[in-house]
């Protein structure tokens, strides 16, 4: 196998089909994101058949206009980079079977990506990229995790959440509150509204040793709430307020935690919810105080997107030049990142 240059990346893992083509040596050279959430409004969350579908719609036409916004033809390609895992696995086996059906035309490495590896990595598309070794805690709709990342490949699972993530727990308590779909993105906003002085939430699992997480007693804890305070306006706001803080809380104690044991002073942090200006803004300043540094890509590159994939492809090639084209479509619902090998 020679040089690899220039890499295709597909990411279909949930409800939005991203697709981008990265170059090693002049950068990301097109981006192209469709996001499912209109689709997926009318049933306020996402239905996996339903995003599946859209997927193959949507797949191969967004493939087309990356090439044509990066200047580019099929046999500019190097290779070609598919979300393996984790999740949906519907939406995961349209996007790895196009994948190696263009490495298969193409007669290119496909290369399976791990989906929080890319997020991880998504900061190092960043003109402000960090070096390894750092601390990540990547936090999002399906994943909370703190991950202790001394180089490619080489992350250890330092803590997770032991039921739901913080970004579905943002998701549940946006529909207790009556907000419309997005629901997580919607509660920051809402929470903007709130009187943060009106209700105090537990800050979970903060009083014991160990880095993990736990949200659904916090969700129930909201659910009370609301069942014993008015519906007005003002009261919801105050409510999304303190439930924001109480997550943002949580999290800025058990990543100050983990700095603290591993003796790092580097922290990034990418996933969906990494987009949230209050979860930035808290541990930007934690970082400051310790005189620290603290790494997350552009909001665009937070949620699902084809660049981090792409990235990641090509950096697994880099790394490993062993990487065959091996045409076996496998994609993993479930996948812990300390499975992860190189």
Not at 176 to 183: A, H, S, W
Request: include cysteine; hydrophobic fraction near 40%; aromatic fraction near 8%.
């Amino acid at each position: 196998m020679g040089k690899i240059k220039c890499v295709l990346g597909i990411e279909t893992s949930c409800d939005e089909t991203g697709i981008a083509v990265y170059d090693g040596e002049k950068g990301l050279l097109g981006n192209q994101l469709y996001s499912q959430a209109k689709l997926h409004a009318n049933y306020g969350g996402i239905v996996p058949e339903l995003a599946s579908r859209d997927h193959v719609r949507k797949t191969v036409p967004l493939i087309q206009a990356v090439l044509q916004e990066a200047k580019l033809n099929s046999k500019d390609i190097d290779a070609v980079a598919y979300t393996a895992g984790p999740g949906l696995v519907g939406a995961l086996l349209v996007g790895a079977t196009v994948g190696c059906a263009l490495a298969f035309a193409w007669q290119i490495p496909a290369v399976p990506v791990h989906h929080m590896e890319g997020h991880l990595l998504s900061p190092m598309l960043e003109n402000f990229a960090p070096s390894f070794p750092f601390i990540a805690l990547l936090v999002s709709g399906g994943h909370t995790q703190l991950i202790s990342a001394t180089d490619i490949g080489r992350y250890q699972l330092l803590g997770e959440s032991i039921d739901d993530a913080a970004g579905e727990a943002f998701d549940k308590v946006a529909k207790l509150l009556d907000l419309d779909y997005p629901n997580g993105a919607m509660l920051s906003c809402f929470a903007k509204q709130g009187n943060a002085k009106r209700f105090i939430f537990p800050r979970p699992m903060t009083d014991r040793p160990g880095l993990n997480f736990s949200f659904s007693g916090l969700k129930t804890f909201v659910a009370n709430t609301i069942r014993t305070n008015n519906n007005e306006n003002q009261t919801r706001a105050d409510i999304a307020r303190a439930f924001e803080d109480a997550i943002i809380d949580t999290l800025a104690i058990k990543c100050k935690r983990a700095l603290d044991q591993s003796g790092l002073a580097r922290l990034v942090i990418a996933g969906g919810v990494s987009a949230n200006h209050t979860l930035r803004s808290r541990l930007a300043e934690m970082m400051r105080q310790r005189g620290g540094e603290i790494f997350y890509a552009r909001p665009e590159f937070c949620t699902d997107n084809g660049a981090m994939i792409a990235y990641t492809g090509w950096v697994r090639l880099k790394t490993n030049s062993d990487i065959k084209n091996d045409l076996n479509i496998t994609v993993r619902p479930r996948w812990s990142l300390s499975e992860l090998t190189y």
